[in-house]
Structure formats: structure tokens, C-alpha cells
Nanobody, 115 residues
Framework: QVQVFESGGGLVQAGGSLRLSCAVSESVFSINAIVWYRQAPGKQRELVALISANGDTKYPDSMKGRFTISRDHAKNTVYLQMNNLKPEDTGVYYC?????????WGEGSLVTVSS
């Protein structure tokens, strides 16, 4: 059983920055992939960024340049740095961990970007 905890959301003005944290109860090296998703009001959940066990990162084209995923293995934590935020980035950001064939989700962290 892997526990996943997101934190760092909040209210920010357009153009501002936030850093989300995803703390997991297992070593990040043992988890196949840790993925940030987001769900905007009335929309489907979408992938924001991924980091694999070997440290490879992937982003959808729409997220490249403003969002950066990274990790601190000593803290078993993955971060999502979000810069130049836009109102359309508003949503609940979820952290997902895939470990030994099972999926684990956090409860989400709300990000609100005001115009």
C-alpha cells in the first residue's frame, strides 16, 4: 500500500508561480512512475507531468515550458513547479503513483488562478 499526499495548492494571480508537492510512503526509486494530473471544473482529468523511476520526465506539449516535475529521493517527494500560471490552469491537481501493478491516488490539491 502506497500513501500519496499532495500539498502546496492555493490561490495565485495570473503570472504567478506555485510549487506542488507529492509525498509518497515508498522510495521514489521503487515506484514505476509518479504522475501529476489535473482536473478543471467541468472537464476531464488530464496529464500534466510524469517522472519515472529512473528520473525520465515527460510532459504533454501543452505543458512544456511552464511546468517542471522533479523529485527529492531523500524526502520521497515529487514536486511540480508551475510558472506563469494562467486562469485556465485552475483545477484540482492530483498525484498518482504506479507501484507493483497497482494505482494509488492522492486526494488532490486545489489550485486557483485569478485573472
Amino acid at each position: 500500500q502506497v500513501q500519496v499526499f499532495e500539498s502546496g495548492g492555493g490561490l495565485v494571480q495570473a503570472g504567478g508561480s506555485l510549487r506542488l508537492s507529492c509525498a509518497v510512503s515508498e522510495s521514489v526509486f521503487s515506484i514505476n512512475a509518479i504522475v501529476w494530473y489535473r482536473q478543471a471544473p467541468g472537464k476531464q482529468r488530464e496529464l500534466v507531468a510524469l517522472i519515472s523511476a529512473n528520473g525520465d520526465t515527460k510532459y504533454p506539449d501543452s505543458m512544456k515550458g511552464r511546468f517542471t516535475i522533479s523529485r527529492d529521493h531523500a524526502k520521497n517527494t515529487v514536486y511540480l513547479q508551475m510558472n506563469n500560471l494562467k486562469p485556465e490552469d485552475t483545477g484540482v491537481y492530483y498525484c498518482h503513483a504506479e507501484h507493483l501493478g497497482r494505482d494509488y491516488w492522492g486526494e488532490g490539491s486545489l489550485v486557483t488562478v485569478s485573472s
